[in-house]
RNA sequence: ACCGGAGUAGCUCAGCUGGUUAGAGCGUCGGAAUCAUAAUCCGUAGGUCGGGGGUUCAAGUCCCUCCUCCGGUACCA
């Protein structure tokens, strides 16, 4: 017998410094777990691990500021996104962590070998050192004076005034950030690993990988022609994991050679749970085992370069198979983050919606090929018009139909009833697959949605409606087909909305044992099969008051609002633009300067209405096209539900004044 | 600054190695239908593909340049 093709799947890990975030789920967490439980439905050897990344500065930066330990931090952030990954149905095998003692040695035992094998080499650089603390200084525990432009809280890294980029020791004057202390600079000795060697093996090892994203690829060659640089592997730190050499012990493993190993550890506890404490080197030791490593733009060289450097030093582990790394999601045109916008933490977003609601939302408009724009209006629709109206609805109107003239069982076959739909989605199903095996989840969902669709063409084409009246046989068998495609659709959503899919199976009354790809487009229900109690999959939504809220709340500064020049300006002529109902193209004269607004005021003011009027404008407003006509401002009006009107002076002021 | 990516219909996005009249979903407008969560199905309109140059019989797709946005590079993780 063939042995199977293994996968290892990995989601990049979760930094234990905050609350998940919706951009996580988009960029590494939702198109892993889709791709994962598609290949569960074939059947295939696939092993999905995930973990806290639980070390390094900022943790360690969090933990000083709130006044508490490392390991408070990392407890509390650990359990919080492990369950925020739950409650979403992140489908992980393991979800581990890299403060797990198994972690601590399998890093220890990862870099001992790198040593043993004289690997690494030492090299002494300067750093500063706090007499006070006893300890040396990362980057962002320093502040001081920046020499470039004089400001006096330039971080140790970075000048946030003027934007230099800086090395600690350039400050002038420099101070610790958690005592105070004036660090000296003192010498100290890092194990490096020679990055610049590995250069010829990565590039030759990454040409051959035909099917990865060419951003992906362009960025690592882009890397090759600057020229790969040696880097750091130890750190003056206290939160990290130590240096298994003696030399060395008072240092710690810099946080990112460490961190991927936990790939590894997750693994290990993955197979130690499950009794069998060696098989994971079945996955990571067999040079046939396909890796995948999914995750967002910023972490691509991690692991399409040094990563599999490290692994090609040490020799003993498979190198990664492909990274179908994503863009950014963004909400509100700017990026998530975690210090802003609460509604885009994933715990909170399930407080308001339904998990596979926001799965659907994220998956639709995923960012495969560039940053997407996410919003809670999309999301609202999105239920409603597709979740709700196409799939929600077939099962809904098949389950009434078969309830209310079919006893709520299963009809029987019908020898005339067309079964062409059947060869169509299995013709579906294996376009879906192909989308898949490339990665291309967003085409994906569109063709699995269509499948839906067509299934509500089916059954509007065969008007059971009326077969019922005058060809009761038929109508059964339409029916009978339908049921079995609410099964097929089952199969075919549950990688995006698993929830959705278990709640299909239970209005079906069926168990998983045909719940699987190649059951798509079979007839697994057999007539006078009794079907369960119907539920409505997807209530309609409305939008909810809390982001409008939000928005007014958001308080502005006087200085930014000074940014718009808002004036008078009286209105010279006015006429409707063609094919619009909304529009009308206006002429004003705002002193000795004339403009074109085109506004949206046409169902509210005929234009003799405002021929004349003095209206109050914003003048500075970047000019837009609007139905093709160039609009060089905007009109300001009061706007209440269906009623509006526009502003206008309190009497005998000119145009051309300024309005503040 | 340098390296990579992106700028396509009102909105959100597809457009693989250059090749027939630039696509989808939503929204718009019109029609059919009424079993169904007023949910479905069919059709219509809407784009000088960021600006400007160039290569080619042919460019959204290749080259140059400019503008805007995103990520990376700094022992930040």
Not at 7 to 22: E, Q
Not at 100 to 122: C, M, W
Not at 167 to 186: C, F, R, W
Request: charged share 25%; with cysteine; proline share 4%.
């Amino acid at each position: 017998m063939k042995t199977k093709q293994k996968y290892i799947v990995t989601s990049a890990l979760t930094y234990a410094n905050g609350y998940t975030h919706l951009g996580h789920i988009a960029g590494s967490l939702l198109p892993a777990d889709i791709y994962v439980r598609y290949r569960r439905l074939n059947g295939d050897d696939i092993i999905y691990v995930c973990g806290s990344d639980e070390y390094g500065t900022a943790i360690e930066m969090s933990a000083i500021k709130e006044g508490v330990s490392p390991t408070e931090i990392i407890n509390k952030y650990h359990e919080a996104n492990k369950k925020s990954y739950a409650d979403l149905g992140i489908s992980f095998d393991i979800y581990s962590r890299t403060s797990n003692p198994s972690h601590t040695e399998t890093a220890r035992e990862f870099f001992k070998v790198l040593y043993d094998k004289g690997i690494l080499y030492e090299k002494t650089d300067q750093q500063l050192f706090s007499e006070k603390e006893n300890r040396f200084l990362a980057d962002r525990f320093i502040e001081g004076t920046c020499p470039v432009c004089g400001y006096e809280e330039a971080r140790g890294d970075q000048c946030e005034n003027c934007g230099s980029s800086l090395s600690p020791l350039q400050l002038i004057n420099p101070k610790s950030k958690i005592s105070g202390d004036t660090p000296v600079i003192k010498d100290s000795k890092q194990l490096y690993f020679p990055l610049s060697k590995y250069q010829d093996d990565l590039n030759q090892w990454l040409s051959a990988k035909k099917n990865w994203k060419p951003n992906v690829i362009n960025y690592c060659k882009g890397w090759f022609k600057t020229g790969l640089q040696d880097r750091a592997v130890t750190r003056d730190l206290d939160w990290g994991i130590k240096v298994p050499i003696d030399k060395y012990k008072d240092k710690v493993i810099y946080v990112w050679i460490e961190a991927p190993v936990g790939y590894i550890s997750a693994t290990k506890d993955l197979f130690t749970e499950r009794g069998e404490p060696d098989k994971w080197k079945e996955y990571w030791q067999q040079p046939d085992t396909k890796l995948i490593h999914f995750l967002g733009k910023d972490n691509v060289i991690f692991h399409a370069i040094i990563f599999p450097a490290m692994l090609m030093a040490h020799g003993d582990y498979v190198l990664v198979d492909n990274i179908p790394a994503n863009e950014f999601l963004n909400m509100g045109g700017e990026k998530f983050s975690k210090s802003k916008g609460i509604g885009s933490v994933v715990k909170d977003v399930l407080k308001v919606y339904e998990p596979d609601i926001i799965r659907y939302a994220i998956a639709s408009n995923m960012p495969e090929n560039k940053d997407t724009e996410f919003n809670w209006e999309d999301v609202v629709n999105k239920n409603n018009n597709e979740l709700a109206a196409i799939l929600g609805n077939f099962v809904n109107r098949v389950v009434v139909f078969t309830k209310s003239k079919f006893d709520n069982v299963v009809p029987a076959k019908h020898h005339e009833t067309q079964n062409e739909i059947f060869d169509e989605i299995k013709k579906a199903a294996d376009l879906i697959s192909s989308h898949f095996e490339k990665f291309r989840f967003k085409d994906a969902l569109t063709e699995t949605m269509n499948c839906a669709r067509m299934a509500n063409k089916y059954f509007n084409d065969n008007e059971p409606w009326n077969l019922i009246k005058n060809n009761q046989d038929k109508c059964a068998g339409v029916l009978n087909n339908c049921i079995q495609i609410i099964h097929s659709l089952g199969i075919l959503f549950s990688p995006f909305i698993p929830f959705t899919s278990d709640k299909i199976l239970n209005v079906l009354n069926k168990d998983m044992s045909v719940f699987t790809w190649d059951k798509i487009g079979e007839e697994v229900l057999k007539s006078g099969h009794r079907l369960g109690e119907n539920h409505i999959l997807f209530p309609q939504l409305e939008l909810p008051k809390q982001t409008e809220s939000a928005e007014q709340n958001q308080l502005i500064t006087i200085d930014e609002f000074s940014k718009v020049k808002l004036k008078t300006a009286k209105v010279l002529s006015c006429e409707a633009v063609p094919k619009s109902k909304k529009l009308y193209k206006l002429k004003l004269k705002s002193g000795n300067i004339e403009k074109q607004i085109v506004s949206g005021i046409a169902e509210h003011y005929s234009p003799e209405d405002l021929i004349g009027k003095i209206v109050v404008i914003v003048d500075n407003l970047k000019s837009a096209k609007l139905m093709g006509i160039e609009s060089q401002g905007m009109l300001l009006a009061a706007k209440n539900g269906s009623s509006l009107k526009i502003i206008t002076v309190d009497g005998g002021m000119t145009d051309g004044a300024n309005v503040s």
